[in-house]
């Protein structure tokens, strides 16, 4: 994180830079809910619930802005939070445009929070942004004759005690011209209940009223109706502090008594209040402060303070504990492999002891991997925002579904796998999903439907980008490979046509537009995705749609393995490739053309590879061939392995070889054995892909 330079932000010799951290990860996941809530809230029936929660996020950002000094995030929340207020207290409805304006504040804030935590200086322009804001909470949205009119309103002040009055109303009125005028009832006698009742008659809205009031009286102590000409009180009256009930409907919240959340943060729409509003928001701000510490202390004296279940810690960390365990794990293997050869009899304790360790070990593994396990919705809810701009840009109608988003997959690759799936996601948007004509003309439903969804299988994590749209045009794609020189045939099957989507600069878009088109991205993809030793296919039918689908392993870090040996060398297969293993017996390979081999596995015929001529390994004369075959699998398919020997099953840590070295055919990784030496392990996909071809 780079660093922030604001003189500002110490008081006291108390530095409160070593927050940042924990402020900029609270704004980003408060940003992030707010951006759900806005997508999927019901701008025609939207719940109290909603709204409060959305305004809550914009609290919550500007108190923390204005405690590190962050004026201008703090600035653009506070006309949020103004024009929230206002939502949520049903003086103004929300509108479309509305959580248009909201959804574009958060962008800018997520701007203006990303410049201070990379410590540049240049900040993202918000005073156009504010201005629409202000307007927008002035009321130019809000519905016709809210506040047309001026209104007759009874406040009741009290109760009060014997001598107290509250003259500090009328000054308030004489100060303050535009908000109406006010008249004491009752010839400005206390009333036998003990209240003061006036008439105001004026076009500002209750909270309004209530937030100015509060400079005079306290604010349970305002009670404000409809005016009633015989003067008297109606049989309901609402005390403000019980106004936190609010009626979702304006025009009967209207009929009934009226009264505000006080929280501190009202509104006001007269420009000539805007001294009021700093003193009353000053206030109450105290006042809420006030409040939380008594709350705290008498929960703490209660003994029922709250306590957080979980803790923020820096992925450096996790990433030194996970690297930490893989030595523990290569330490443990290495133990194994020496006490292999010990009589039990003699170092029974030993033995119980190192196997203690092989457990215990195993255990810290799994809980220390599930750390960096994040459930893919981190990646899959950015989409609705992204669908929901590109649908409003192109003029198409488009329903997002995400299934799966509680699978889990590592840290690492939820990272690096948010840019091939968005740009995956953009093609469907953009090429497959029609307008609503052509969609009308084709029989179909008017919006079409992107799925994005993702599922264990094995040991990867498989996840899929499909539509319903108009899929790929064979003709079309061949006649554009043909333009830029591509080798194609008429014979070519579909698959092989839909491969030549993968190739670097191609592309079928008839116009080149912000959204795509430009031919670069889709060989990025696969690059991207091969990387991390997944695997990308596509596959569609024209007219009906198209499914792209990314097979990834869960995590890179620490796997199961089965050992085997092949020749004089070890090589490890992913356990969770494993189906089976048998003893070849003579005659059960058969030959299949110059070059193929099969082998009938239960009325299947499999296509059998011999590791041995994969790899390349050397064999010494008169040595035994591979007597032991390996069912693998991959990608949906199996493939027959020839291999010596089976030397065992355990864990292996799994380190990078292109790092260390380059990348190597049909090998994924390497891992260090217990004995120190050096072991590869198997791209068991590349095996799949090999006999496949």
């Given at each position: 994180m780079g660093e922030i330079s604001n003189p500002g932000l110490q008081q006291d010799d108390f530095d409160l830079t070593q927050f940042y951290a924990v402020f900029f990860e609270?704004?980003?996941?408060?940003?992030?809910?707010?951006?759900?809530?806005?997508l999927d809230i019901d701008v025609a029936r939207p719940s109290d619930e909603e709204l409060?929660?959305?305004?809550?996020?914009?609290?919550?950002?500007?108190?923390?802005?204005a405690t590190f000094g962050f004026a201008d995030v703090a600035s653009l929340t506070h006309e949020l939070e103004t024009l929230l207020e206002r939502v949520r207290l049903h003086e103004l409805p929300l509108q479309r445009a509305m959580v248009d304006l909201l959804l574009e504040a958060g962008d800018v804030v997520k701007a203006q929070l990303a410049c201070y935590?990379?410590?540049?200086?240049?900040?993202?322009?918000?005073?156009?942004l504010i201005e629409r804001i202000r307007k927008m909470a002035c009321g130019e949205h809000a519905a016709a004759g809210r506040r047309a009119g001026a209104r007759s309103l009874q406040v009741a002040i009290g109760p009060l005690k014997s001598g107290e009055a509250a003259n500090g109303l009328a000054e308030l009125f004489r100060d303050i011209p535009s908000l109406g005028s006010i008249e004491a009832l009752d010839d400005g006698v206390l009333a036998a209940d003990g209240f003061r009742r006036f008439k105001v008659t004026t076009s500002s809205p209750d909270s309004e009223l209530l937030e100015l009031f509060s400079f005079h009286v306290a604010r349970e102590q305002?009670?404000?109706?409809?005016?009633?000409?015989?003067?008297?009180?109606?049989a309901s009256v609402a005390l403000a502090e019980e106004a936190g009930a609010q009626h979702p409907d304006p025009e009967a919240a209207a009929a009934q008594p009226r009264a505000t959340e006080?929280?501190?943060?009202?509104?006001?729409?007269d420009p000539k209040t805007l001294a009021a509003q700093s003193a009353a928001r000053a206030a109450a701000d105290g006042e809420e402060v006030r409040r939380s510490e008594a709350r705290a202390k008498a929960d703490k004296a209660a003994g029922g303070a709250l306590e957080s279940t979980t803790l923020r810690v820096a992925v450096e960390k996790v990433d030194q504990l996970i690297n930490l365990v893989g030595e523990l794990v290569i330490t443990q293997a290495m133990l194994s492999q020496q006490a292999k050869d010990l009589d039990v009899a003699q170092f029974s304790a030993l033995l119980g002891g190192i196997t203690d360790l092989e457990r215990s070990s195993r255990h810290l593994q799994e809980t220390v991997m599930s750390i960096r396990m994040i459930p893919m919705a981190f990646v899959f809810n950015r989409f609705p925002r992204l669908i929901r701009d590109l649908a409003s840009k192109l003029g198409k109608q488009i329903e997002l579904r995400l299934v799966g988003e509680a699978t889990e997959m590592d840290k690492g690759l939820i990272e690096k796998i948010v840019d091939p799936l968005t740009h995956l996601v953009r093609n469907s948007a953009d090429h497959g999903i029609e307008t609503p004509a052509s969609r009308l003309a084709a029989g179909k439903t008017p919006h079409g439907t992107i799925t994005l969804s993702a599922a264990h299988q094995g040991g990867?994590?498989?996840?899929?980008?499909?539509?319903?749209?108009?899929?790929?045009?064979r003709e079309r794609i061949v006649q554009k490979a043909r333009e830029r020189g591509l080798p194609v045939r008429d014979d070519m099957s579909d698959a092989e046509v839909w491969a030549l989507i993968w190739e670097p600069g191609f592309s079928t878009a008839d116009q080149i537009s912000d959204v795509s088109g430009r031919g670069v991205g889709m060989d990025v993809?696969?690059?991207?995705?091969?990387?991390?030793?997944?695997?990308?296919?596509?596959d569609s039918a024209e007219g009906y749609g198209t499914r792209v689908t990314v097979r990834l392993p869960l995590t890179l870090a620490i796997m199961d393995g089965m050992s085997i040996g092949v020749g004089g060398e070890t090589y490890i297969l992913p356990l969770a490739s494993v189906v089976e293993s048998f003893q070849v017996m003579p005659g059960m390979v058969q030959n299949v053309?110059?070059?193929?081999?099969?082998?009938?596995?239960?009325?299947?015929?499999?296509?059998?590879?011999?590791?041995?001529?994969?790899?390349?390994?050397?064999?010494?004369?008169?040595?035994?061939?591979?007597?032991?075959?390996?069912?693998v699998e991959a990608e949906g398919r199996r493939v027959a392995a020839l291999v010596d020997e089976l030397l065992g099953q355990h864990q292996v840590v799994v380190k990078n070889l292109e790092t260390n070295y380059r990348r190597v055919p049909d090998i994924s990784g390497a891992t260090i054995l217990g004995d120190g030496r050096v072991a590869l392990i198997v791209d068991t996909a590349g095996l799949v892909k090999r006999a496949r071809h």
């Open positions: 609270e704004a980003r996941e408060n940003l992030a809910n707010m951006e759900s809530l806005l409060n929660a959305i305004f809550r996020v914009a609290h919550s950002i500007k108190g923390g802005a935590q990379g410590g540049t200086a240049e900040r993202p322009p918000a005073d156009a305002v009670r404000i109706t409809d005016f009633d000409a015989s003067g008297t009180a109606p006080g929280d501190g943060y009202g509104f006001f729409v990867s994590i498989l996840i899929e980008v499909r539509d319903d749209g108009q899929g790929l045009r993809v696969r690059r991207n995705i091969t990387a991390l030793n997944g695997t990308v296919e596509l053309g110059a070059t193929g081999r099969v082998v009938r596995v239960r009325d299947e015929f499999l296509p059998v590879v011999a590791l041995d001529d994969v790899f390349d390994v050397p064999r010494q004369d008169g040595s035994p061939g591979p007597e032991i075959m390996m069912i």
